[in-house]
């Protein structure tokens, strides 16, 4: 599965109004099928009906104008899948290594995991690692073959993609499960470095399920072998991890100690995207310890750092950051300002989660001014959103926010329904947080419908699950329980 290819130049095109992909003439020439040429006139029918096929989506296929991401660049999906369907893997490759004309300039593959397309791109590495684990199992000693490198490279790229795509879903176990499986292939070939990215990627899964121990084993044993392989790109990014974790357990002196060791080295290595990563750290714990000046200062710096670079999706986390420092100190107008910064961003590079984060922080900040319709529109697009991207986690927080936006306008049976719907997701996805959090909220509807006894039932489960977890809402729930108990005397 040979990858080069001549790329095509992007900025030739001189700002003109074209397809975000190359011209499909170029391509089918880079990809060398001429269905004139013998090889192609003297293929079996139904081989050449898929040639065929390739060159109608390159060439004919043109999208509207107001297409979606996905719809400007199905020509290029479809022949891909033309090809895989005579196993033309080599080409099928090319295609999605192909660079899209946009602002961040990706390969096809990675493309559609920006633009949130994440059930797309599972598909196709799905269908190529079919392929590829048939060309190792057809051949066990492929791995010390010649062409193994570039064999291994593709399995890599796919298996670390898999494990992304997801990841972004919510799918932590799958995720898991492929990331294990490029480390035991790394493990296997000798790849230290791959297995240090692979052991990393695992760790970034467990702090998604909360699994914060297994999260720290996992970058200590990354960081032992980046440090011993002498990767100092990936010393910072593991030490940048460790504080994002230990900040995630409260444990603020040790978070601080790995984000400043991050930044030093980002800085010393003159990589902005690790500088800018480990600022956005730092500035999340100053916010936490309510050092907001300092926290705006990390901001505003990381911002300067990714404005300077062209580096736009890290402009989106500064920007959705610079949002959350306002929001804390009850600035919601300057809050709601960085938040739109941020969606337009979003928007113009196809960022869909970065567009549903923008969306959730508006329609809180909307909550706390008390523009509640304002508030619900933007919660029922953060809603469309993560359903789009298939994402359970943030649908569970949308519907429970949406919940919250009713309640306030006392339309509690709706609200109910909201609030039932984002509990039966919690509890699919054994989000135990979220299952304390929707437990609440219903309790505080059936106090308002006068059914005390559902009320305090609700709260019990709320309380249990937030004291077995430990988080603030126990208290909360708490004061909700003495308060329904004195309303029954």
């Known amino acids: 599965m040979n990858s080069y290819f001549v790329e095509f130049d992007l900025k030739s095109q001189n700002g003109l109004d074209v397809d975000i992909m190359p011209p499909g003439e170029w391509m089918l020439a880079n990809l060398g099928i001429d269905l004139a040429a013998p090889e192609f006139r003297e293929m079996p029918p139904y081989k050449r009906a898929h ?83 048939e060309q190792i199992m057809n051949n066990p000693n492929l791995m010390w073959d010649s062409n193994w490198l570039e064999l291994g490279r593709s399995i890599n790229i796919i298996l670390m993609g898999l494990g992304n795509a997801y990841l972004c879903i919510g799918e932590d176990e799958k995720a898991i499960g492929y990331y294990q499986q490029r480390l035991t292939l790394a493990q296997n070939t000798k790849d230290r470095k791959g297995e240090g990215w692979a052991l990393a990627n695992i760790a970034l899964a467990y702090k ?24 100092r790109k990936g010393e910072a990014a593991c030490l940048r991890n460790l504080g994002l974790v230990y900040t995630k357990i409260g444990n603020y002196s040790d978070a601080l100690k790995y984000l400043q060791e991050s930044l030093a080295i980002s800085q010393a290595i003159s990589d902005s995207h690790g500088e800018g990563g480990s600022l956005i750290g730092l500035g999340n714990i ?15 710096k990381c911002l300067e750092i990714a404005e300077n670079i062209g580096y736009r999706q890290l402009q989106c986390v500064a920007l959705g950051s610079l949002s959350n420092v306002c929001f804390s100190q009850k600035n919601y107008a300057h809050s709601i300002d960085y938040s739109q910064q941020q969606l ?40 469309v959103i993560a359903e789009e991207i298939g994402n359970l986690t943030e649908q569970a927080t949308a ?84 308060q329904l108990l004195s309303e029954q005397i």
């Open 51 to 133: 040639y065929k096929a390739v060159k109608n989506w390159l060439t004919k296929y043109k999208p509207k104008r107001d297409a979606s991401n996905l719809e400007k660049v199905r020509g290029y999906l479809e022949a891909f899948h033309h090809f895989c369907e005579v196993e033309d893997w080599e080409r099928a490759w090319k295609i999605l290594l192909t660079r899209v004309n946009t602002p961040t300039k990706e390969q096809l593959h990675n493309h559609l995991n920006t633009w949130g397309y994440y059930r797309e791109q599972a598909d196709i590495y799905d269908r190529l690692l079919q392929k590829l684990n």
């Open 208 to 231: 998604d399920i909360r699994n914060y121990n297994e999260a720290i084993n996992c970058l200590h044993k990354s960081l032992a072998i980046v440090r011993e392989i002498e990767d």
């Open 286 to 300: 100053c916010c936490f310890r309510d050092e907001y000046v300092t926290a705006t200062e990390h901001y505003q």
């Open 344 to 383: 337009t961003i979003a928007t113009a590079i196809g960022d869909r989660d970065r567009e549903r984060n923008a969306f959730a922080y508006l329609g809180i900040a909307y909550y706390f001014q008390g523009e509640y319709d304002q508030a619900i529109q933007s919660h029922q697009q953060h809603l």
């Open 399 to 482: 519907l429970c926010n949406l919940g919250c936006d009713l309640f306030q306008i006392e339309q509690y049976s709706e609200a109910e329904l909201y609030f039932l719907r984002s509990l039966k997701i919690s509890q699919k996805i054994c989000d135990r947080s979220g299952e304390a959090y929707a437990f609440r909220n219903l309790a505080a509807i059936y106090q308002k419908l006068g059914n005390s006894l559902l009320a305090l039932e609700y709260c019990d489960r709320a309380l249990s699950i937030a004291t077995e977890l430990g988080i603030p809402l126990a208290k909360e729930c708490q004061e909700l329980k003495e």
